[in-house]
Every structure is written in structure tokens, then in C-alpha cells.
């Protein structure tokens, strides 16, 4: 019953938000289709949610992001934001939004300053990633490709292996990138063995990658590197760290 509560609680957000209807978007398309699922479990403190979410706010509206979106196929991409926390908790904060150019981009990063945002208990990177399949899975437009982008500075501890969640969007051809946080603080932190731990068990399907961002203050580079990448569908070896 929690789990369609916050399936319910989702759609009513993306009305209110003004997500697009499904039929009145059909002939539009997008390059790559993003679900940015972001952690907010509360070993997050609130200056590094803050500086998570200003990473996330000033890559996308970025010059060279913006450019990198024009440079495409289509010259468009979508973006949905999502926050996630243990099994219990997963929440669309931004629905999907068609990205074609520099007002996009700022229209995009004003209404995530504008969103609240909520802390909750325990991680479940399973959850996270079940639930943006779902968020995909309603995506207005065709896209070329769809990716799951899981950030987040700890190990899944709550709901199924995070292992199942990422075979299953993998076989529906969704790749999952990753950019773990290696915040050492005891006593929550894993430090940078949590970038092995994102290698081996989160990210999958073509041209899967993760970037690691060294703490939180060095997040908004993160963020940016890795969405060129993604844009631009350079990924990497399987399991490859971007520098």
C-alpha cells in the first residue's frame, strides 16, 4: 500500500507541475531520456543537500551542458529529478521536462531551487532505481536512449539487492551511470571504496560509467562531467571510473 501511495502521490505532483500528456507530445523526441535519482537519506546533512542540489542546478544550466544538448541528433533531451531515500520512500520532485536550450535549462534549474526538499531514513539504492524504471516507463517522448544517473554517498541497506533492481531496468535497456559521493565522516561513511562498490553492483548496460565526485563540495563538477558524457553518448568500458 506505501508503494502505490507514493506511485499516486508522484502522478498528482507531475500534474501540478505541468508535466506533458503522453498523446499531445507524440511527433516530439529526445536524444537521451535522464532520470537523475538523487539521495536524500539523512546522512546528507543540510549544507550538502544544499550543494547537491545546487550541482544539479547549475550543471544543467551550464553553457557547455546547453551546448552539448544543441549539438545532438535531435537537439533535445528529458530530464526527470527524483529523490529517494530507504524502501519506503521515493518522491518525483521534477516530472519530465523536454530540454532544447538555454531557457529550458533555466526554467529547469529555478524550479528545482524552488522545490522543498525532504530528509528520510536509511538508503536504498534498489528503491531508487525501481522507482525511476517507473518514472521511464511514463516518459512522454521517444528517446534514443534512457539512463538512470544514482547518486548517493552509501550502500543499500534497506529492500531488496540493489543487484536485482539493476538487472531488471538493464534487461528493459535502460543503462544506469552512477556518481557515488566518497564521504569518509564516521560514522556513516564508506570513503572510496564506495566507488568499487557503485562498479560492481549499481551500474550496468551499455556504455555503463561512473564518476566519482571526492566529497560534496566537489559534487557540482561531478554532476557536470558526467552529464556531458551522458549527452553526448560517450560512455566507457564496461565498469570505467571517469576521471
Known sequence: MRRRSVLAATGAAALALGAPARGGAAEEAVDVAIVLAVDVSRSIDEDEAR??????????SD??????????????????????????????VIPWTRIAGEADAEAW???????????ERRTSIAGGIAFSRAVL???????????????????NNSGPPVEEARDAAVAEGITINGLPILNDR???????????YFRERVIGGPGAFLVA??????????VRRK???????????AGAVVP
Do not use: C, H, N
Not at 80 to 90: F, K, N, P, R, T
Not at 213 to 222: I, K, V, Y
Open 109 to 119: 534549474a529555478e524550479a528545482l531551487a524552488r522545490a522543498p526538499r525532504v530528509a
Open 137 to 155: 516507463a511514463a516518459l512522454p517522448w521517444e528517446a534514443t536512449r534512457k539512463v538512470i544517473d544514482v547518486s548517493g554517498d552509501g550502500v
Open 186 to 196: 564516521p560514522p556513516l561513511g564508506v570513503g572510496p571504496a564506495l566507488a568499487d
Open 213 to 222: 565526485a571526492e566529497d560534496f563540495d566537489s559534487f557540482g563538477r561531478a
Open 63 to 92: 553553457p557547455r551542458i546547453v551546448a552539448a544538448i544543441r549539438g545532438g541528433m535531435i537537439g533535445a533531451v528529458a530530464l526527470a529529478y527524483v529523490e529517494w531515500a530507504g524502501i519506503e520512500y521515493q518522491r518525483l
Open 227 to 237: 552529464l556531458l558524457r551522458e549527452i553526448a553518448a560517450r560512455g566507457g568500458a
Open 51 to 60: 550543494l547537491q542540489r545546487e550541482g544539479y542546478r547549475r550543471a544543467v
